[in-house]
Each structure stands twice: as C-alpha cells, then as structure tokens.
C-alpha cells in the first residue's frame, strides 16, 4: 500500500517533496519522484509485491507511460498472460503496477473494467499529454484533487493534508461540506472538507489533458441489482462459498507476512476460517483486540473461532481510560473528520496486528452487501408507521419519546426508539439518513439557519435510494450502504487507521465477482422477514460454529456517550460552526437530559481536526 501525489501546472520541486513527504505514514519503506513535461509525480511505498523491482514512479518498458499506484490488483497476473498474448513485453518478474502500465497501452480508460482489486492511480501518456487516473468500485482507496483552470493548475493526492502541501490549493473550510458533515458524520464524496479540493467517487475516473486543460470525469460502474429468480438455494449457497473462497484465495497473495482480523462476528469469523484453509494447519496468524468493560469487548468470540480454525490467535486487552487517552493524538493525524468512533478501536487493532505482519484481511463489506444492518429491518416498519400515523401526529410522539430516561448503553432501545420515529416521519428516501444522522434535524436547523434543504444536505443519500431501478426497499437501502456509508464512513475509516501503521487492510467480501452474485440474489434472500444475512449465513454452517453465525450483531463501539456525560470527554464550542447550539447540547447531555453523543463525537472530532491546521 502506498501514496501518490502530483501536479500539472505552476509549483516547484519542493512543493512536490512536501506533498509527497506528507504521505509518510502510508509509505514508510521508500519514496520516488519524476519530473518533467510540466508534470509533477511522487510516490510514497509500502512495500507489499515485488519488494526489489516494484519502485515508482514506474515507467513502461517503451518509455511512453508513467504511473503512480496505490493499492493492489488481485487479478494481475491472469492479465499479465492476457497482456503478454497481445504482444506486452514486460521487465519485473511479479509486479501490478507494471500490469496497469501495459493494460493502459492495449485497452486504454476502458481497463479499469476488467481489474479485481483496489486502487488509485494516475497514469502520464507522455505522446497525447494526458493524465489518466481512476479511483476502484468502491473507494477502498482515497484519491483526491483540485482543477483550477484560470491557472492551469491540477493536483492530485492519496490525503487532502497532501494536496493542500501545494501552497496555490485553497484552504477555506466548505460551508456545504460542513453542513454535510455534521449531518451524515462524513464528507462525502465528491466534496471535500477544504473549499475548492474534490474527491473522486468510487467507481470514477479521470483525466487531464495538459494541452487544453480540460479536465472530464466519469462515472465506469455502479452498484445496480440484477436478481436471478428460480435458482436453487443450494446452488447459491454453494456458488457463494466458492466465490469467497477464490477472493480469500487472492488476498493472500504476498511477499510479507500476512493475517486476519478476527472479532468473532460471522463475517471475520468466515473470512479467517476460509483463509485458514488455504494454509497447513496453525500457519494463519488472527488478531484481536479487546477491552476491560465487558458490554466492549467480545474476545471470547473470537477465541472460540479460533481455536476451531486452528488459527496462531494473538490477542490484546486494552483499557478503555487508556484508549481514551491516545484520542487526541489519533485524531489530530486525520487528514478529514470522520465520526465513526471505531475508527479508534481498528486504529489500536491495526497498530498491534503490524507489529506481527504488514498485511491484514478483514470482513468489511458483509454488512453492506448482505443487509447486516439494523435500518434494514426497520425498513417494514418504517412503512407500517407512515400508514398507521398521520404526519400530524409525528411532532406530538417524538415529543413523547423524548420524556424517556437517557441510557449511554453501547446499544440503547430509547436512543433507537428515537431515531427510528424522527426517520419514518420524513419521506421513504430519507429514512436511513436521518435515523442515522449525527444531529437532531432541529438542532441541525438552528446550527445552520432556518429550515436548511434537507433534499440539499441529503442529496447523495436521495440519489442512492432514487438511483435503484428497484423498488424494493431493501434494493434501494443496499444502495444507500455500498455507494456511501461504505465508501465515505466505513472504508475511509479502515483506510486512515491502517495507513497510520503502516498495515495494509483487505476486503475479500468486495471481490467484484462476489459483488456481482450478490447483485444476482433476490433481496428476499438476504433479508428474510426480520433475519438479516440469511444467505450469508446458510453458507456459513458447516465453516464456522452456529453460535457465531447465530448470535447478536455487535459493532466495534466505545463509549462516547458516557464519556461526554461524565466530562471525561467535552467538546470546546468557541471551534464549533455554532458555539451556542454546541454548548447547549453538550449542556443537555451531561445533565442526562438528552442523548447528543452522535452529535458531540462528530463536534469533538471536528474540533480536533480544526486545531491540528
């Protein structure tokens, strides 16, 4: 795993170094540089394949193409015979980047299409002036830049901190950005936090024609169900192990030392055990982490996989108090605010599992994919709500639900009671939005002025659910999870946490083949009445135990809630984009008489990012 960065136009060399040095942290075993033709290109290594001939940036062997890389192609070297066929001559023995260079040469933009893996590149054609740069599916790997034509300028970077190391990209804060971030906990993409600096959505490309300067993007590939009726559940059941085992089977190609995280939920659970297999027994090293408060913490879990699998299961046990501690200094690195409070917890993971190995696979993606999540079963009752009460009694029950004593539980029955009413009051496209959004709509309101446009601040999340030909809701909410949440929150998250050590994260549950049969399965078959996963888990009987295919979803949490209502934890309003609201939500908190937690986390995270520039 590595860094890129680079410009077109107006900037030096050390604008360059200061834009590639910045990406340090995901590159820590070597850095390159190439100038020339009014391009700029920098890389930062981590070295993962073809440890002694993989160095960039990296030139094709006919001196026409220069390419700057971050990530892994799993499928490279089924290509590279394809490539080789077409009349590529290739240098080094093993290496993905040398593969995109000659995919370029044959296929052109249109070979984005035929990679299974995760990326970020930009790609120099020194005959037609052109930078070529693509982003994969699903934005597992970062990528972003700035265009400003009046100076000819572009500028690209694997960290927004990166980019804006070039001193003509703006640093102003976006207001739209901000709204959006206190609203869905992220900044998603194609904004950016700073004014003026985009990013590339998942399943986007890219290019820069340095004659004219004109800069096009596109979207290559959507998330879009195709369900198949009439096949036999074995069949499915069957086909879907298989397919997981060939992703699992191209995750573990490396030159490093390789493991898995292991929490002891069904998606970690199956991936280590298929992962398990590919080796002699006790070869697979697993990783956990847990902590000193029994509702955090689910080693036990996590033992019993592994011990079933055989795995050589490392384990750490960390104080929650400690842990807190080590928050400032967490998230003063982030490049961009992100409020997913596990970002801590997998920081802590990642940092303990590099000490053994430099490669980790992961059970991302399962959830999205398979309807892991709780708003998927609210979706029902969601629709039986609107029916049984009209609108004009939503103000006077939310009211009513609000008189509810305040729990700071891990996971709360009020604190979801309140969130699924405030949701299903708004209209079927909002739903998942709200019920998961960092503040109340009101407070939201006040913050940011009268009655902001939710359709404005939602937009991404309308676009998701209006953009599936389905009308399924499940189909519609399964786009809101892969096109955004996963991209901008949970992926972006596991990105930042691993870069920080060094660790490269794998997800084999997002092999696009296994994407593309999940696409095939009728929603019905992941979400049956109120079971989620229920294809997922019919293939994993037999791989894993049932009480671990069977048991109650629990996410990788800290208490943030009793943190803030302790004051252990507390959020400085004068760096807030509204002192007054902030100070009084932190206010009703700590006196137990509202849950503010999301809100507060998102403040207190912002509030860091903001000191560290």
């Keep these: 795993m590595c860094g890129i960065a680079g410009f077109v136009g107006p900037g030096t060399r050390d604008d360059l170094l200061r834009m590639t040095r910045c990406l340090a942290d995901r590159g820590p075993d070597d850095e390159g540089f190439w100038e020339g033709d009014g391009v700029h290109l920098g890389h930062r290594r981590l070295s993962i394949l ?34 080789e066929a077409a009349g590529q001559v290739f240098r080094t023995d ?37 930078l070529f740069g693509s982003r994969d599916r699903f934005g597992k790997k970062p990528f972003y830049y700035h265009h400003a034509p009046s100076r000819g300028l572009f500028a690209f970077s694997s960290e927004l901190d990166s980019l804006l190391g070039h001193p003509d990209v703006p640093r102003g804060i976006s207001p ?21 600096s985009r990013k590339l959505p998942g399943g986007h490309s890219l290019s820069f024609d340095l004659q004219s300067g004109e800069l096009r993007v596109w979207r290559y590939w959507d998330y879009q169900p195709a369900p198949e009726e009439g096949v036999p559940l074995k069949h499915r059941i069957e086909e879907l192990r298989e397919l997981l085992r060939a992703a699992v089977r191209r995750r573990m190609v490396a030159d490093v030392p390789l493991g898995v995280f292991l929490s002891g939920g069904i998606d970690s659970s199956l991936i280590a055990a298929l992962a398990a297999a590919e080796l002699p027994p006790g070869e697979l090293q ?18 019993q996989v592994a011990k079933v699998i055989g795995s050589r299961h490392r384990t750490e046990i960390l104080s929650l108090e400690g842990a807190r501690n080590l928050l400032p200094e967490i998230y003063s690195r982030l490049d961009e605010p992100n409020g997913d409070s596990s970002l801590l917890p997998t920081y802590l993971l990642s940092k303990f599992t590099k000490r053994n190995v430099s490669v980790a696979l992961g059970g991302d993606g399962g959830d999205e994919l398979f309807a892991g999540y709780e708003p998927f079963r609210a979706l029902r009752v969601a629709r039986t709500y609107g029916r049984l009460f009209p609108c004009a009694l939503h103000p006077s029950i939310v009211a009513l639900l609000d008189r509810l004593p305040v729990s700071h539980r891990y996971i709360s029955a ?32 006040e913050c940011f002025g009268t009655n902001p446009d939710l359709e404005e601040i939602f937009s991404e999340a309308i676009e998701a659910w209006d953009g599936v030909a389905s009308t399924d809701p499940v189909e519609k909410a399964t786009s809101f999870f892969i096109r955004l949440y996963l991209q901008e929150s949970v992926l972006a998250k596991v990105d930042r946490a691993s870069m920080m050590n060094g660790l490269e994260v ?71 984009p509204c002192p007054g609201v902030a100070a009084r939500l932190q206010d009703e908190h700590r006196a137990r008489r509202k849950n503010h937690r999301l809100f507060l986390w998102n403040a207190w995270v912002y509030g860091e990012w903001r000191k560290a520039r």
């Design 414 to 445: 009020e604190f979801a009671l309140k969130r699924f009413v405030r949701g299903a009051s708004q209209k079927a496209s909002l739903w998942i939005p709200v019920w998961m959004a960092g503040m109340e709509l009101s407070d939201l309101y």
């Design 286 to 303: 697993t990783f956990s982490i847990g902590f000193d408060v029994p509702s955090f913490d689910e080693l036990p879990y996590a033992a």
């Design 50 to 83: 073809d440890l002694e001939g993989g160095a960039q940036p990296m030139w094709s062997a006919d001196g026409q193409r220069a390419i700057v890389f971050n990530g892994e192609i799993y499928n490279f070297a089924e290509l590279r015979k394809e490539l």
């Design 176 to 196: 739209l950005a901000l709204r959006k971030y206190f609203a869905y906990g992220y900044v998603p993409a194609p904004l950016s936090m700073t004014e003026g």
């Design 94 to 130: 093993h290496s993905d980047t040398e593969v995109l260079l000659a995919a370029h040469a044959v296929w052109g933009d249109a070979m984005v299409g035929r990679l299974n893996g995760m990326w970020a590149f930009v790609i120099y054609d020194k005959k037609s002036r052109r």
């Design 506 to 576: 794998r997800a084999p549950f997002l092999d696009i083949d296994v994407v593309n049969f999940v696409r095939r399965v009728p929603a019905s078959l992941r979400l049956r009445g109120g079971a989620t996963k229920y294809l997922l888990k019919k293939a994993a009987r037999g791989i894993i135990p049932d009480n671990i295919i069977y048991r109650r979803k629990k996410g990788f949490g800290v208490p943030v809630g009793a943190w803030f209502a302790s004051g252990d934890l507390r959020i400085d309003p004068a760096v807030q």
